[in-house]
């Protein structure tokens, strides 16, 4: 079959809920692709950061091949082999005292927001009811319908109604907002350090360090949300860690298994993760231990390989060539690490044109919020292999507004 052929069975058989560019991906290694009719393509996207190890990297692989011979399900019924080392592992590297582990970035969204509301309940004492989270204006925190129902774009909310109450929305970056929506209901600010989805938002400098000093003075949680952030993307292992910010709650995933297999988890201290006891929170296959031995693998792959270190020093290098590009298209380039955006102007009528010429070129970028090109390879990518990808960035965004497709 050709790409033709297989865009036209998704587009018969499946439902409408994703816009993809058209190619057809067969194969993957490292930071390159290849679709069914074996062009190559550098990978620029990193499935939204969850392959900040490569495509199919090696070690990775193997520790899965091997689990899903022995065993690869056990529910948490039972214990298996290979859920305590993966939660001393993760715990030591971020330097928390537990782990409470899920499949899905949204699934560990839901079990940090069911903690916050528990412990306020539990231990801040907030009446049975009325405990409030903060959430950011152009936020992205999953799919799931208490999820949408904080997010500020109409589009993830539409129809999809009633929501869950609890939530109230802030401007991001504005501390005196934050300040003045603070009461005594209030048990949990759920940020991302860097706001993804909404365009590779960066907020002010400080900011993350004075969210922290207010959720102490009014004591609350300072939950952050690093599926995207987190595990090395910005430069750090974990995104807050650039303003030395101990969050209460860090929620991870995506990267976690390396783009490999679903694992999530919340990471925290016994203070707010004791709130939960057996049959109150849970998954069938959170825990499992397949997904458990990949992630271990995953996780010791990003610190034995330097890939943290090499995102912040390929990723500095990107922003000061970019940066210096002279173009007439671009609004604006912002990022840390190897999270970049490149900002277009509205008169170009959008940044999927341009992501489609780089497409054609042999690499995959991705629009988001309709005029953002967000550029994150995978972390272990070379010099060589950036430097060609910022030639193409650099040919497109040179020459005329591409025509769209």
Known sequence: MSSRDFINQESAFGAHNYHPLNVVIERAKGVWVWDVEGKKYMDC????????????????????????????????????????????????????????????????????????????????????????????????????????????????????????????????????AVEAAMNGNVCAMLIEPIQGEAGIIMPPAGYLQALRKLADKHNCLLISDEIQAGLGRTGKMLCCQHENVRPDLVILGKALSGGVYPVS???????????????????????????????????????????????????????????????????????????????????????????????DLGMLCKETHDYVIRFAPPLMISKEDLDWALAQLEAVLSGPVPAAK
């Open 45 to 176: 996207l990193a499935a939204y950061s969850a392959v900040n190890q490569g495509h199919c990297h090696p070690k990775i692989i193997e520790t899965l091949k091997q689990q899903a011979e022995k065993c690869t399900l056990t529910s948490r019924a039972f214990y298996n082999d290979q859920l305590g080392p993966f939660y001393q592992q993760l715990s030591e590297l971020l330097g928390y005292e537990k782990v409470l582990p899920m499949n899905t970035g949204a699934e560990a969204v839901e079990t940090a927001i069911k903690a916050a509301r528990r412990w306020g309940y539990r231990i801040k004492g907030i009446a049975d009811g009325q405990a409030e989270i903060l959430v950011f204006d152009g936020n992205f925190h999953g799919r799931t319908t208490t999820v949408v129902g904080f997010s500020s774009d109409e589009a993830y909310q539409a129809d999809f109604g009633p929501f869950t109450p609890g939530f109230k929305i802030v401007p991001y970056g504005d501390l005196a």
């Open 265 to 359: 988890a919340v990471v925290g201290d016994d203070k707010v993760l004791s709130v939960f006891e057996p049959g109150s929170h849970g998954s069938t296959y959170g825990g499992n231990p397949l997904g458990a031995a990949v992630a271990r693998t995953a996780l010791s792959v990003l610190v034995d390989e330097g890939m943290v270190e090499n995102s912040r020093k390929l990723g500095a290098y990107a922003l000061e060539r970019l940066r210096k590009l002279n173009s007439p298209h671009i609004k604006d380039v912002r990022g840390l690490g190897l999270w970049i955006g490149i900002e277009v102007h509205e008169a170009t009528g959008g940044a999927r044109p341009f992501c489609e010429a780089l497409r």
